[in-house]
């Protein structure tokens, strides 16, 4: 009865590889996003589906490439990775309905570049 | 842009102690509030939020009121208890944002008994 699951949990993985981290919501929700946490706990945005559309799309290096293949999935691919890509990344979805409505986080994908 | 500031932490309290987080935001308009709470090893959850001036949003104990004249969003709870050691999060929602949230830099919160 997860609502929000990722995987994988960790990903150890060297410099220069491209990987996939994945996610899945059963909440019936229309929107979907992506978020960064660095190692200092700071969260910052990188992208927002809603019904597979790309609505929001902040400041990242297009090495970092969401698919969302259906509304329940959205995905992210990073190419060529970095030691700087090392970080907590959290998928969330959230109903499509007015402002101020409840993102539902799911457990987190721990991203360690060597 | 809008921004989220939030005090910085480790704050370390004891069991049943008052407990204040400060937040203030820098917005063009007046944005929606949220606190959200992070647990050890688990996802962002949300306790609790505000839509428009002096709305107070309250959960567990714990509640923030929507301050407009001070820009301000504070948690506050009267009495912690050592399961509320957690991370936790002011972030704020610009009206027409398509729900784009900013976070602040989020507060460590240990309670010891």
């Known amino acids: 009865d997860t609502a929000v699951s990722q995987t994988p949990k960790y990903l150890v993985t060297q410099m220069g590889n491209d990987k996939s981290i994945k996610c899945e919501q059963n909440l019936g929700h229309d929107t979907m996003y992506w978020y960064k946490q660095d190692s200092k706990k700071f969260l910052k945005i990188m992208f927002s589906?809603?019904?597979?559309?790309?609505?929001i799309n902040e400041t990242v290096p297009n090495r970092f490439s969401p698919k969302s293949p259906d509304k329940a999935h959205l995905n992210l691919h990073i190419n060529s990775l970095e030691l700087g890509d090392s970080a907590v990344y959290f998928c969330a979805s959230s109903p499509t309905s007015g402002s101020a409505t409840e993102q539902y986080f799911g457990p987190g994908t721990r991203l360690t570049v060597t | 842009g809008n921004s989220v500031t939030q005090m910085e932490g480790p704050v370390t309290l004891s069991e049943e102690a008052f407990l204040t987080i400060n937040c203030t935001y820098t917005?063009?308009?007046?944005?929606?509030l949220f606190w959200y709470v992070q647990y050890p090893g688990e996802g962002l959850q949300l306790l609790l939020k505000a839509t428009k001036a002096d709305d107070k949003g309250s959960n567990k104990g714990f509640e923030a009121t929507y301050r407009k004249e001070t820009t301000s969003f504070h948690l506050e709870k009267g009495s912690v208890q050592v399961s509320d050691s957690a991370v936790y999060f002011c972030?704020?929602?610009?009206?027409?944002?398509?729900?784009?949230?900013?976070f602040g830099t989020g507060t460590q919160l240990k309670v010891e008994l």
């Open positions: 589906y809603n019904n597979k559309e790309l609505i």
């Open positions: 917005a063009t308009g007046y944005p929606s």
């Open positions: 972030a704020g929602e610009e009206r027409g944002g398509g729900n784009k949230l900013t």
